[in-house]
């Protein structure tokens, strides 16, 4: 198993559904965070792509000037969901209760998923999915920071350092065989620099990090 049972527990081990009962209409990370963000999917993401925002909210932050062929989302908050522009459809589901999407093999270009990775407690059979759902050639694009909701990540994550949580989401891609060309991007936070000003005075280094992990599922190999 890729994770012991101890690293998947949580300080709060209430279901998630009850804590993501209410809305929350904020964004999680900083707008330095964000236009990275938005940076990398108009980069890797072409116009027309069946998109699969997984773990989403009221929010996407996919490029709002891309015409996508459409943009289905899921999460554990309907009025969240429903307030969100960018999605064609969406549909609610606890994935730490139930691991199998209601989606159809190979029918998207691209998964995405911000800032919520470090809640999976099965990461294996999630990311399996996720592998399952891209066609070949597709991609998926984890992002997150150092920001969490602290007593819901699982202890594999809030144990470790930043460095060790990007090489962790690697080891979630590389579990899955048919993932390739798994890359990672670090960045420094894009903040203006008033505000770098008060992060250096304060000790927050001036915004939030930029991590993500990208991975393709490749083609199949065919026999001569």
């Known amino acids: 198993m890729l994770l012991e049972p101890s690293q998947r527990t949580k300080l709060d081990t209430s279901s998630d559904t009850l804590f993501y009962n209410s809305p929350r209409f904020v964004t999680h990370v900083d707008e330095g965070f964000i236009s990275q963000l938005t940076a990398l999917y ?6 027309n792509s069946r998109i699969l925002d997984f773990m989403s909210s009221w929010v996407s932050h996919l490029p709002t000037d891309v015409s996508y062929a459409h943009v289905e989302g899921h999460g554990l908050n309907e009025e969240e969901l429903a307030r969100n522009k960018q999605l064609d459809h969406y549909f609610v589901q606890n994935l730490n209760e139930n691991q199998t999407l209601p989606l159809e093999n190979r029918s998207f270009d691209a998964v995405v998923n911000t800032v919520s990775v470090q ?3 099965y990461p294996e059979k999630i990311f399996a999915e996720v592998y399952r759902v891209l ?9 997150f920071s150092n920001r969490m909701f602290y007593e819901k990540a699982i202890a594999a994550w809030r144990d470790n350092s930043e460095a060790s949580r990007v090489a962790l989401v690697k080891q979630y891609f590389e579990a ?8 990672t991007v670090v960045k420094k936070s894009e903040a203006p620099a008033i505000m770098q000003m008060i992060g250096q005075m304060t000790g ?10 990208i991975a393709e599922r490749m083609e199949p190999l065919v026999k001569a």
């Not at 066609?135 to 992002?143: L, T, V």
């Open 42 to 47: 108009r980069d890797r993401i072409p116009p």
């Open 119 to 121: 809640y999976v407690q």
């Open 135 to 143: 066609k070949p050639g597709g991609i998926a694009i984890f992002s």
């Open 176 to 183: 899955v065989p048919g993932f390739g060309n798994i890359e």
């Open 204 to 213: 927050r280094g001036g915004g939030d990090p930029f991590y993500a992990v």
